[in-house]
């Protein structure tokens, strides 16, 4: 039998807060939580074998011979674009009704708008974790995170989950904020591409996901410049993330060895053809053949270049039954920590498809 630990809820200190939070605290510790069975889990004994490459077809080129590929929101009842260069928010379609003509196009909308934000959608999360298979698999291989919890029995849903006593997130609290720019797992040989995340329990307020642009990040450089990072390609790794977890944090369990991979500082989208920059801050660790201090240099400019372009960011605010689908290829995204005051829970699904070896913008360029 596993060893499992597992997630209890237990009475937060003491602390002054008004009548509505104190009902609301109380009325969360008495009822029985509706998703209770998708409670994080950390199996001491769980472990898997290195990944292994696999041939990835995006459904968005299908439907790029579509007569119409934005049909599936032709019954929204509202499509508002949430800045010019980043993110559509949609009401009024069902993602667990969409068939594959539809997901096919849902696929390539994302990859055009890098995220879309879907609200009233709890038929899709309640639907519950063989449907969350199902529709993971179809946009790609799904991902098993190494180190993170995942429900009893469902090690392909990744979660997020943080309450009064528990935070089982890769935080760091000794930095001064709580926003890292990362791109989901980009140190996995083929890392995440059309990626589906929602909230099951969330604070009242805060607690948001902000989203940035890397296809408008890159078009602000100047081509020669942008001319010159073609050329390069960094390393990005996994070892520190799983060094935290065998520090005892996050649940203690590192259940696939850690990797690094070389990628390409600027890809190209397989389906749209857009370049994008794809360097982070969290996993993103040097350039190939620089010295140390020129890799540094050039890493940080990027890094402060993504920290500052308030221009090319969405921030998506959580409503309950909101899914939210982003382009990990072409988009980075952070969460933001401020509401560990409130003593509240944030609990949250990710479906994680993984997608192509990034493609180099520069042809000819060898990983």
């Not at 510790?29 to 898997?48: G, S």
């Not at 996901?209 to 390393?235: E, N, Y």
């Not at 920590?337 to 994680?352: C, P």
């Amino acid at each position: 039998m596993s060893t499992v630990e597992t997630i209890t809820q237990s009475i937060p200190s003491l602390t002054l807060r008004n009548k509505s939070d104190e009902a609301e605290s109380t009325k969360q510790q008495e009822e029985p939580y509706k998703y209770a069975h998708l409670l994080p889990v950390f199996p001491k004994d769980e472990h898997y074998p290195p990944l292994t490459p696999f041939e990835h077809v995006d459904p968005g080129h299908r439907a790029l011979s579509h007569p119409n590929p934005r049909a599936f929101l032709d019954n929204a009842t509202s499509v508002i674009d949430i800045t010019p260069r980043l993110g559509t928010e949609v009401r009024g379609v069902n993602l667990a009704e969409l068939d594959n003509d539809g997901r096919d196009q849902l696929a390539l909308e994302v990859a055009r708008r890098g995220l879309v934000v879907f609200r009233d959608q709890q038929d899709f999360i309640d639907r519950g974790p063989e449907f969350y298979r199902e529709w993971g698999r179809y946009f790609g291989r799904l991902h098993i995170h190494p180190t993170s919890g995942h429900p009893e029995g469902v090690p392909e849903l990744h979660l997020v989950y943080r309450d009064a006593n528990t935070t089982y997130n890769f935080e760091q609290d000794e930095r001064i904020t709580s926003t890292t720019w990362h791109s989901d797992v980009s140190y996995e040989l083929q890392p995440p591409g059309l990626t589906t995340f929602f909230l099951l329990s969330q604070p009242k307020t805060g607690g948001d996901t902000i989203f940035t642009s890397q296809v408008s990040t890159l078009s602000r450089l100047s081509p020669q410049f942008v001319a010159f990072l073609k050329t390069l390609k960094a390393v990005h790794s996994g070892f520190e993330q799983a060094e935290y977890s065998r520090s005892g944090r996050r649940g203690g369990v590192v259940r696939r060895e850690p990797v690094q991979n070389v990628h390409p500082v600027i890809r190209k989208h397989p389906v749209t053809g857009d370049e994008a920059l794809y360097v982070n801050r969290q996993f993103t660790r040097r350039i190939v053949g620089l010295k140390r201090e020129e890799s540094d240099a050039i890493l940080n400019f990027l890094y402060d270049h993504i920290d500052k372009s308030v221009d090319n960011q969405a921030r998506v605010k959580w409503e309950p039954n909101t899914v939210v689908i982003w382009d990990n290829r072409v988009t980075a995204h952070s969460a933001i920590v401020d509401f560990e005051k409130t003593n509240e829970r944030r609990h949250g699904a990710r479906i994680t498809p993984q997608a192509e070896r990034p493609i180099p913008a520069l042809d000819g360029l060898e990983l």
